[in-house]
């Protein structure tokens, strides 16, 4: 009720009366005649800040977690070989995903990466790949020497733009890889439509979707295999750790080998794993240490427990968000496709409009937003055109592999024009955001409101940009 009340008085405050407004463009209704805060002074020119308090604390640790963990320790089984954590972890996310197998791996980097391996992704293939996202899904491409292909962002929804995936697909497309950002979904049906018929394997970068799903299925169990990070900023974390999904037990069997040195495992005929040593030291395959320690599959399986509510609450929140964000032009939320039938929101994607803000830089935006003590940031750098790519296209173990008018070639196909725009616009606000009380998000729409009645103030003020975040 309270909550409700706050959001009237808000939205009345904000279309009552009359006040002069020194923005040059588009004044807003909302903002007519606002009492405070608006005409507050911003803290960012020496006034109040709107917010003192921090928002949730992240992870949330309850006396079940300190208890799992201790237990561990005591155990002296911190290993998952030996231990009974881990998988149990591993079941019971497959569960919850309505997915076949799950296999827990150090990071959601080293997720992806053993998926590409599992799919024999190598030198001279190609991988499509969106520029709009953690540099971890790009990395993992380069790390099996094959080449990044960037397909453009669709600006209004942050995802890959699927439309333009058939265009760049060549005869060397070894798998796509779409990340589902921010919780969003990516355009499933269009990705599918395209990859089925020419057989391409699709990766799904989950990395940021727990929970997320496309027409009622789990994102990470709608294409080949699925990847999912369980780092500390994650809606699932066990500080860091991942996991590799997949239906196919031949993938899952690869998978599992590889991540535990190239060992053999005894499966049963459910693929169930029996024993996970085979005779004396001898290997299956050429592999590597990607295994979950018992510390972090215990952690798991008590967050897990608490993820659906958050989850809930955070789609709650956004929803309210949304609609408070409806009244005020020039920070508008990212559109999410019909197929996504429901979002993580590990962030809350927005664009701003500096011309909606009297041509206010977004920088200082950002800025004048943490002054009132509101974290939010400006998201991704375009990937694709980050110093360290080339580089590591013009090294000698690239330069072995590809010739010099491959790689210029590729230079010429990974232009990103929309992408480039959203990386000037873009404003996220973190999941913790989302996890507290209503009152949180008012506070976020009064510091926006602030900063819209004194944009033009704060344009001309002598400021430095000394916020490494903005
Ligand atoms: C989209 C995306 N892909 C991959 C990763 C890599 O996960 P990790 O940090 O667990 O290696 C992340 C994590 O930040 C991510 O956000």
């Known amino acids: 009720m309270a909550d409700h009340l706050s959001r009237r008085k808000f939205l009345k405050g904000a279309s009552a009366g009359a006040a002069g407004l020194s923005l040059a463009a588009k004044p807003a209704s909302f903002l007519v005649g606002q009492t405070t805060p608006a005409n507050q002074r911003l803290a960012l020119l020496g006034g109040k800040p709107v917010r003192t308090e921090p928002f949730p604390a992240w992870p949330v640790i309850e006396n079940n977690d300190r208890k799992a963990w201790s237990e561990i320790l005591e155990s002296r089984r911190w290993s998952r070989l030996g231990g009974r954590y881990v998988a149990e972890f591993e079941k019971s ?6 997915a076949r197998y799950v296999l827990a791996t150090a990071s959601g980097t080293s997720a992806l990466a053993t998926a590409l391996n599992a ?3 190598g030198p001279g293939d190609e991988v499509i790949v969106p520029p709009y996202t953690f540099v971890a899904t790009v990395n993992v491409v380069l790390l099996q020497h094959a080449l990044p292909v960037f397909v453009d962002t669709d600006r209004e929804t942050s995802q890959i733009d699927a439309r333009k995936i058939e265009a760049a697909i060549t005869g060397r497309t070894r798998a796509v890889l779409p990340v589902h950002l921010g919780g969003s979904v990516a355009d499933m049906d269009t990705i599918l439509k395209v990859t089925r018929p020419r057989s391409i394997p699709v990766v799904e970068d989950a990395c ?31 500080s860091e750790g991942g996991a590799l999904v997949t239906n196919n037990p031949e993938l899952m069997r690869i998978s599992r080998s590889f991540h535990n040195a190239g060992r053999y495992y005894s499966v049963d005929a459910d693929q169930n794993v029996v024993s996970s040593r085979g005779p004396g030291f001898s290997y299956e395959r050429n ?9 972090q599959g215990v952690l798991l ?11 809930r609450r955070r789609e709650q929140n956004a929803a309210y968000l949304k609609q408070l964000l409806k009244e005020i032009p020039g920070v508008t939320p990212q559109r999410i496709y019909d197929g996504c039938t429901r979002h993580a929101y590990h962030i809350f994607m927005c664009r701003y409009d500096s011309e909606a803000f009297g041509g206010l830089p977004r ?11 509101i974290r939010c940031s400006g998201g991704y750098r375009p990937l694709n055109k980050e110093p360290f790519l080339k ?3 013009e090294s000698r173990a690239f330069r072995s592999i590809y010739s010099a008018r491959q790689l210029a070639e590729l230079e010429e196909r990974n232009h990103c024009p929309e992408n480039d725009k959203l990386c000037q616009e873009a404003l996220s606000f973190s999941q913790t955001t989302l996890l507290g009380t209503r009152s949180d998000l008012d506070q976020i729409v009064e510091a926006i409101r602030k900063i819209h009645g004194q944009a033009a103030e704060l344009a ?3 400021l430095s940009y000394d916020d490494p975040l903005a």
């Open 93 to 98: 996310w497959a569960e919850k995903l309505g």
């Open 301 to 311: 399986l008590t967050q897990l427990a608490r993820l659906e509510e958050q989850a």
């Open 391 to 393: 580089a590591t296209l």
């Open 460 to 462: 001309r003020a002598p």
């Open 287 to 295: 592999g590597d240490n990607r295994r979950l320690t018992e510390f």
């Open 363 to 373: 920088r200082r935006f950002l800025q004048a937003m943490r002054a009132e003590g």
């Open 208 to 238: 940021q979707s727990h929970l997320a799903e496309w027409r009622h299925k789990k994102v990470a169990s709608i294409g080949d295999m699925g990847c999912f990070s369980f780092q500390a900023s994650k809606n699932l974390n066990c």
């Open 119 to 121: 799919l024999e992704v």
